[in-house]
């Protein structure tokens, strides 16, 4: 991929993530920001907390990255008709997301101090 590609998912795409998982919390609960593409990093999403909630879940704050597959991305630029419903489905992802992984979004925790999830699609 090439910068403006990189640059239009930033700006179109990831903001718009970002934007939702905010959503989905109180103000000041979860900071949600995009890490741009730099250094040959791939452009990503970062959800940390700097409090828990409750006494339980994990030792670690959120500190969690997502990153999406090159391919992935290049799909999207090229039809980006149900990024939406993407968006719409992003509360879904996160449940399977804490099955698979430890990472607690409830309690805004996790077990490692860095969890990075590599995602291959843009499917709902």
């Not at 399977?96 to 590599?118: A, C, H, K, N, V």
């Amino acid at each position: 991929m090439n910068a403006n590609d990189w640059q239009r998912f930033e700006d179109e795409f990831a903001i718009r993530i970002a934007e939702r998982i905010s959503s989905l919390y109180h103000a000041q609960q979860v900071t949600v920001d995009v890490v741009r593409h730099e250094n040959g990093h791939p452009s990503r999403v970062r959800i940390g907390s700097e409090s828990r909630e409750g006494d339980t879940g994990f030792p670690y704050l959120l500190n969690v990255y997502l990153t999406w597959h090159k391919r992935a991305i290049e799909q999207l630029l090229a039809n980006p008709d149900n990024f939406d419903a993407y968006l719409e489905s992003l509360p879904g992802k996160m449940q399977g997301w804490m099955q698979e992984r430890p990472i607690d979004f409830g309690s805004r925790t996790q077990r490692e101090p860095l969890e990075r999830l590599y995602l291959d699609h843009f499917d709902a």
